[in-house]
Each structure stands twice: as C-alpha cells, then as structure tokens.
C-alpha cells in the first residue's frame, strides 16, 4: 500500500471524523474492513455524513446510487476521497 502525503491522511482523519460524528460510532470500530450495518451506520446516517462531508469539503457527494453500494468503511472512505479529489 502506497504512503500517505500528509494532505491526504488530514483528509481521511478528517472523513473519520465525520462518519464517527455524523454516524454516531465510536471511531474506534471504523477499521477497513468492518461492515457499515455491523458498527451501526445505517442509509439515513449515510445520507447525514454525506451531506456533512459536502459541507466540509464544498463537494458534490450525494446524487447517485452509489453511496448506497458501500458496505464497508474501505468502500465509503475510496468514495469519499473519489469526490473530494
């Protein structure tokens, strides 16, 4: 796995942040490979994080299908960073 620049591991304790906010989990549970229903994130919260992140980031994250899709922190946070960059 590729190192981080400092601009981007900012940007993802950020985005960890956001979901642990917004989704109301402990930051804790928010390792790669967990699945999004195990640690308690459910649609409504992804649409809250997501707007969240738009606010944070002044980026169009919400609108399409594939939020929904995500099952894992990995696969929200690969999303997330899509958006952003």
Not at 39 to 52: E, F, Q, R, T
């Amino acid at each position: 796995m590729a190192e981080l620049s400092v601009e981007e591991a900012g940007i993802l304790d950020r985005l960890l942040q956001i979901i642990a906010d917004e989704g109301l989990v402990d930051r804790n549970k928010l390792l790669p490979q967990a699945q999004l229903d195990e640690i308690g994130v459910s649609a409504d919260d992804l649409v809250l994080i997501g707007n969240a992140i738009e606010r944070e980031f002044d980026r169009d994250i919400l609108g399409d299908d594939e939020l929904e899709k995500c099952v894992t922190v990995r696969q929200l946070l690969q999303l997330f960073a899509s958006r952003i960059s």
